[in-house]
């Protein structure tokens, strides 16, 4: 879902020599979507009335400013963090820019007012100092988000906070939830101190469009008679993009988990029709969507951790990175199939009463239900290796580690397709430091490097490791270097047997793959998903080849007997030679 605003913006001069305010909205490239809007609305403190006005300077940089590194910052930073550090930095040149005395050698006067919204996800963040203002109209209520930084007295009327008023910035921040249907507006003084708050709120109400109802406000500000510039910024939400990662811890803060749900139990439109499992943490449970019919996985926290905060903070996070991954393109180089690898998670409902994820259902076995029954052939393999190398190139390229691949977490659907389940201890950029520190995984399927003293960190080969020990496992029905008990570093001390020791069916290429990828030191194994899903492909595409290579005989074992023919007549023939010449040999 795509994050839709609908802008209006209109800035008259007035009565003014100038026009010292300036507003503008940046909106986020195609992949920066989840970084969503920023908007911002600066008026410039007048310092005289030169064409070079410092005010205007002050105004035009710090929104500019703002709306170009807003996106640049890092990723895992909270907005609110994004803002205050950015506009702090702006601060801190304006403040050293003041100091120098100017041209003229009279103190500068670079100040400006300003407020600034960032809308991600389903949430909005706000920045503000000075006195220009920001509203939110919803449901046909209209709220005065922010409060004046100004001092008004008979005598003296001014600016107790503005940029580059200070060497310190103290800034307002506030955040909210946004709904389809808000209309939020940013006003300089020019448009809130001529019109009343009821004037401001009818034209919101009453005006279709956010561009319309921007030049109303300020053709209606100077209608009223204002001296000052008059400058509306008006952000009309459209639609909602899916929920960010504080979106969802939000909810994860605020909501209770549900508590224990037997067969029938109804949860939020859902009917739970199975328990699925239960591993001590995390309870999986199949429900049925009254509404539609259709199966679903539910997963929550059990009520003995429910009240864990790095538990949901991790639930939240596996939430997030099933939105992002679910409908992400195949792989990067391609490949059979349309779906991402992963199972799709759903965007909490509006409305829902408690925090659990809810998923898809397929239909299927997972790969530790299928080697129950026995090691599977090459041609399972090679199809199990390929897909669920192309998925972790999926992973990693969105900067994901899994940390705990093994034949539990992979799962083939009855659609034939494989999916990698369970991302509740995967990390990425904004995991929490308290996920970070977790050593997480299961022991056989841990790659080495992490039992040692110090322990590296997991990493992309971490998961390429944990894949090559599952695919020596369906091959052999064995690990490669035995059941792994954490720090039993003994274990490593020699390479593990080769596949095709343990199965000799096993066609050498394929052996040759799987053992680089459990090789015992990380300089011999497979740098990348990528490098290991050539690698598969290449085998498979040999092992077809040679499959479907006709016979120059029409049947395999044709030449083989015309060889033994020969041979026999061959041999005959000398010996009836030899009895002739025996037979005939004077005496």
Known sequence: ??????????????????????????????????????AALADGVSGGDGPGSEGLMAAQTSVMSLLRDF?????????????DRLLGHQNAWLAAHNRRPGPDGQPREALTTLTALALRGRRYALAH?????????????????????????????????????????????????????????????GVHGSLRSRQIADLLRTTPGAQAAAD??????????????ATALVLDVKDLADPGLNDLAALGRTL????????????????????????????????????????????????????????????????????RLAEAPRSRRGGGGTGSGFVRVHAPADGATHFYAVFDWHGGQTLEQL???????????????????RSLSLLHAAGVVHRDLKPGNLHLGDDGQWRVLDLGVALSRRSSPAARELHAGTPSYINPEQWQDPPM???????????????????????????????????????????????????????????????????????????????????????????????????????????WQIAFGVSVLLNLLLVAWLLFLPK
């Open 256 to 323: 209770p988990s549900p508590g224990p749900l037997g067969v029938g139990a109804v949860l939020d439109g859902h009917q739970v029709t199975a328990l699925v499992a239960d591993n001590g943490v995390h309870r999986l449970l199949q429900a049925r969507e009254l509404a539609t019919g259709r199966l679903v996985a539910l997963k929550m926290l059990r009520p003995g951790r429910a009240d864990d905060p790095e538990e949901r903070a991790m639930l939240a996070h596996e939430i997030w990175l099933g939105l």
């Open 129 to 189: 100092v000075g006195d220009s203002r920001a509203w939110l109209l919803r449901d046909g209520q209209c709220l005065l988000l922010t409060q004046d930084h100004r001092m008004e007295r008979r005598d003296f009327a001014g600016l107790t906070r503005a940029l580059g008023l200070d060497d310190a910035l103290r800034l307002d921040h506030s955040e909210g939830e946004l709904k389809v249907g808000d209309r939020l507006l940013l006003t300089s003084d």
């Open 371 to 389: 080697l129950a029954k026995g090691p599977l052939d090459a041609g399972q393999v090679l199809a199990l290796g390929t897909a669920v190398a």
């Open 457 to 563: 960190p997991p990493d992309a080969g971490s998961d390429l490791f944990a894949l090559g020990v599952t695919l020596y496992q369906s091959l052999t029905g064995r690990l490669p270097y035995g059941e792994i008990e954490p720090y039993q570093l003994a274990r490593y001390r020699r390479e593990a047997p080769s596949v095709s020791r343990l199965q000799p069916s096993v066609p050498m290429p394929l052996d040759r793959i799987v053992m680089r990828a459990v090789a015992r030191e990380a300089k011999a194994r497979f740098e990348t998903a990528e490098e290991l899903l050539l690698a598969l492909e290449r085998c498979a595409a040999r092992d077809q080849a040679a499959s479907a290579r006709p016979s120059r005989h029409g049947n395999g074992h044709e030449p083989a007997a015309l060889t």
């Open 71 to 83: 996106h640049a910052v890092p990723a895992d930073w909270d907005t609110s963090v994004a803002l």
């Open 216 to 229: 109303a406000l300020t053709a209606a500000a100077l209608a009223a008679g204002s001296y000052d510039n």
């Open 1 to 38: 879902m795509r994050f839709e605003l609908d802008t209006g913006l209109s800035s008259l001069q007035g009565k003014r020599p100038r026009n010292e305010d300036f507003a503008g909205v940046q909106a986020p490239a195609a992949h920066e979507a989840e970084r969503g809007w920023v």
